[in-house]
């Protein structure tokens, strides 16, 4: 469970999880404080951080040396659709081989696979009271 809390504050909001806190915000061109990422970015985020994390498990499995793992993720929205780049760098010089690999399980990322398949949203208003 997450937990989105904002009060009166424009528009930072408080992020509320099992183990973590963390803050959401506009940037200032749209009037917020730019305290944290705005909520599109977290879907840019939750991309690039499983990235990085399925590859390191992945590396580490294999024992594969390729030192550290960059993962930058960009989005933009075409034609009423969300395009995610995700660009990933290793350290190390890899093979061809293994560098083939690591694009498949890169792709493989829960959060990739997520983001690839339909997604239903079901909202509801709690009762007050």
Known sequence: MVTAL???DQYKTEIITSA???IADEPLELKGSNLGPAPPEFLSVALASCTAITLRMYADRKKWKVGQIKVDVNSESV??????????????????????KLLQIANACP???????????????????
């Open 111 to 129: 959060v990739h696979k997520t983001l690839l398949n339909p997604i239903e949203i079901v909202t509801a208003l709690a009762v007050v009271g």
């Open 79 to 100: 034609d009423n659709k969300a395009i995610f780049k995700a660009e990933i760098a290793f350290e190390e010089i890899l093979t061809e081989e293994q560098r083939s």
């Open 20 to 22: 973590h806190y963390l």
């Open 6 to 8: 904002i009060g009166n």
